[in-house]
C-alpha cells in the first residue's frame, strides 16, 4: 500500500550569492565575507498539506521556480522537510533530471544494473528484468556503448524502462518525458496507465497542459512555493490557464 | 549506528557494482593492465633505491621492501584523503535522485584504493621473498589485522574528507600540499632511527600517519607484529576519527544535498 502524506511541509535553502566558499577565501576575506558573500534564504515550499492514496494520478503544474521539483524531490525523501512533517510510504522510482544517477563512462547495459541497485531492485531481479527493459527502450546495439554518448531522448528511454520496470509503488516523473520521441511517449504512456491498474502513485511534473489530462486525474498548481490549486486536472489547469492569461498555452 | 551500517549492507549490489565498474576503467585498455599501475610505485623504489644505495651504502636487499612497501602505504593514505575529497561531490547525480546512506559513496572510494593497495602488497610480498628469500614470511595475523584497521581508518577519512570539501572547495589543493610535507615528516623513505634532530624527531613522533604505515611494514616486510605502541596508536586514531565521522554522518546526511 503506498501513501503520501504532507503536512505544513515547508522547505528553505540557504544559499550563497556567489560561488561556493573556497578556505582560502575564508581566510583572506574572513572579515568581509559576510557582505561580500552573503547566505541568503530560498523559499522553496511553504505550508504544503497533501494527502495521496493508492492509485491516484497527479500532475504538478506552476510557473518555473514555483517549487515543482523541489516537491519530488522531497517525496523521493532526497529533501527533507525543514519545517512540518512529511510521510511517505511505498517503494519510491524517480526520474528527475535527465543526467542524474547515469555512470557516463559505463555502457548503457551497465548503467541498468546501477540505476536498479540504486532503485533497491536485487541482483537476482536485475538479471531477470535487464532483457526486457533494453527490449523496452529500444536502444538495441546502443546500449553496448558508454552513456556519455547518449543523446537527451535515448537517456530518458533508458531511464524510463529502468524505473517502471523496477515495480515500484509510487513513480515520480519531473518533466523529462518529453525528450523522448513520439513512438515513445506513446509507449511510456502505455506503461504508466498500465502501471496505474496496480493500484500505485504516479506524480508527474509537466509543462505540457495537453499531456496532463492524458497522464492524470488530480492536478496540484503550485504557486511560489505555495498550493494555488488541488482538484480535478481539468479544473486545475483551466484555473491555471486563467491565472497565467495565455490560453494559446492549450492550443500549442 | 548498528542500523546505520545494516543499510549500507542493504545497498551493497549497488556500491559493489560501481567499485566493480571503477576498476575496470582503471586497469582497462592497457596491455599491462593491473601490472601497469603498479608501474609507479615500483619506479619510485627503484630509483629512491638506487640513490640510497649509492649515498648511504645501504644493503639493497633490506632498502628496497621497505621503500615499495612504504610507498604502497602511503599511496593508500593520500587516495583516502585526496580521493575522499571527491567522495560525495562526483556522487551528486545519486544523491540528488535517491536517499541511500551517505556512507556509501566514501565507501566506493575507499574500496577502490583497497583493492589497488592489496595487488600492491602481493607485489611487495613478491618482492620481499625475491630479495630476502622466504626466510622471513610475512606476519599473517598482524597483517590481516593492520589491513583492516587500514581500511575502517580509510574510510573515516574519505567520510571527513569528502564532508571537508563540501565545505571549503579547496581542500584537496590544500591537503596535496600537505601531504607533500608530510611524505618527508613520515618514515616512508629513510628509517625512523636514522633521525637524530630531536625537532624533526618530535614532530616524527607525533605525526599521525606514521603508526599506519608502520602497522603495515612491520608485518608485511620484517615478518614481525607491529609493536603495541603503534598498534595501540593507529587503533586510537581510527577510533577518533571513526567517531568524528559517525558524528559528522548523523549531522550532515540531512543536509549535504543542499550544499552540492
Known sequence: ?252 | MWAYLVAVWQCRNFWLSLVVNDLQLRYRRSVLGVGWSLLHPLAWTLVMGAVFHEIFKQPIRELLPYLLCGLVCWTYLTSAFLQGCQSYIQAENYIRQHPLPLAVYPLRTVLGAMIHFLIAVVLVIVLTAALRGVGRPPEVFSLLLGICIFFLFGWAVTILAGFVNIAFRDTQHIMEVVFQILFYLTPIIYHREYITSRYVGWVLDHNPLAPFVDLIREPLVEGRAPSLACLGAAVAITLVTGLAAAISLGYQQRRVVFYL
Open chain 1, 1 to 252: 500500500m503506498a501513501s503520501i502524506e504532507l503536512d505544513r511541509a515547508g522547505l528553505t535553502f540557504r544559499v550563497r550569492q556567489q560561488h561556493q566558499l573556497t578556505f582560502k577565501e575564508y581566510l583572506l576575506k574572513g572579515m568581509f565575507r559576510q557582505a561580500r558573500n552573503p547566505l541568503f534564504e530560498v523559499r522553496a515550499l511553504q505550508d504544503v498539506s497533501l494527502r495521496i492514496g493508492d492509485g491516484e494520478r497527479v500532475g504538478v503544474l506552476g510557473s518555473n521556480g514555483s517549487g515543482k521539483s523541489t516537491l519530488l524531490r522531497l517525496l523521493a525523501g532526497v529533501y527533507h522537510p525543514t519545517s512540518g512533517r512529511s510521510t511517505v510510504e511505498g517503494k519510491v522510482s524517480s526520474l528527475f533530471e535527465l543526467a542524474l544517477g547515469f555512470e557516463m563512462e559505463a555502457s548503457g547495459w551497465k548503467n541498468i544494473r546501477f540505476r536498479g541497485y540504486l532503485q533497491g531492485e536485487s541482483r537476482e531481479g536485475i538479471r531477470r528484468k535487464a532483457s526486457e527493459i533494453a527490449e523496452f527502450s529500444g536502444l538495441g546495439d546502443f546500449l553496448k556503448i558508454p552513456a556519455r554518448y547518449y543523446s537527451a531522448g535515448m537517456m530518458v528511454r533508458l531511464a524510463f524502462s529502468t524505473a517502471t520496470a523496477i515495480e515500484p509503488e509510487i513513480l515520480l516523473v519531473d518533466e523529462v518525458l518529453g525528450a523522448g520521441d513520439l513512438a515513445f511517449q506513446q509507449k511510456a504512456k502505455q506503461r504508466l496507465s498500465e502501471m496505474m491498474e496496480q493500484a500505485r502513485i504516479l506524480v508527474v511534473v509537466s509543462h505540457d497542459l495537453k499531456v496532463l489530462p492524458q497522464l492524470c486525474e488530480r492536478g496540484l498548481w503550485l504557486d511560489k512555493g505555495r498550493v494555488r490549486a488541488d482538484g480535478p486536472i481539468a479544473d486545475v489547469i483551466a484555473a491555471y490557464v486563467d491565472q497565467v492569461g495565455q490560453p494559446a498555452a492549450v492550443a500549442a
